[in-house]
């Protein structure tokens, strides 16, 4: 594979995981109860409203979700793997159904890396910035709050600590390490897709 190859990769994974990423913050944001006036929840409606609006048309929400969001991140992973592959020399035209299984694997880790990251940055800013009006700092306690919230009816109180983020972690690593990495395993795929899970 030649350099202009790989350059050429490297600039499609990380520019299409980044747009991943918000389609997929999309979906969480709505599933918590974010605050939509938050100036960064603003940023997400306007990046993915060009590609989720034709979606809504046919994909209704249910339940409270945004299932049109979710299928979104679900057709973007594919699309990312699929030109990855293609630009590897694979023809992926045979296994069509594998890929979509990946690409829901790759969807399903990346949303609990989100969980992961935020309750990373939600606990040090616990530490230097408590109870800061930052926008992103408020965003990023109400996308941990529900996740933290059947930890903290579970804890006991220890005087003001608050250890349910130690909890969340494990829960999170043990649903990726052992759920997520044995579907992977399960399904066959590739080391050479590794960067999306």
């Known amino acids: 594979m030649s350099g202009f190859v790989e350059a050429l990769i490297y600039i499609i994974q990380t520019l299409g995981s980044l747009y991943l990423l918000i389609v997929l913050l999309r979906f969480i944001l709505q599933l918590v109860r974010a605050d939509f006036y938050n100036p960064l929840s603003q940023f997400v409606v306007k990046a993915t409203q060009p590609l989720l609006k034709p979606l809504r048309r046919v994909i209704p929400g249910f339940a409270g979700l945004d299932l049109a969001s979710l299928v979104l991140a679900v057709l973007v992973q594919l699309v990312l793997m699929v030109v990855t592959l ?4 694979y023809n992926v035209a ?18 609990l890396k989100v969980f992961f990251f935020a309750l990373i940055v ?4 616990s530490w230097v910035a408590p109870g800061s009006y930052n926008p992103g700092a408020q965003l990023v306690n109400q996308i941990c709050e529900p996740l933290l919230a059947p930890f903290r009816r579970l804890m006991p109180n220890l005087g003001g600590l608050d250890i349910s983020p130690i909890f ?10 052992f759920v ?5 395993a399960y399904t066959g795929m590739p080391k050479l897709l590794s960067p999306f899970l």
């Open 86 to 89: 293609t630009l590897m020399g």
């Open 168 to 177: 969340a972690f494990i829960a999170i690593n043990l649903l990726d390490r």
């Open 122 to 125: 939600s606990v040090i800013l």
């Open 180 to 184: 997520i990495g044995n579907l992977a």
């Open 94 to 111: 045979g296994f069509i159904l594998q890929l979509l299984a990946w690409s829901l694997i790759g969807v399903t880790s990346l949303f």
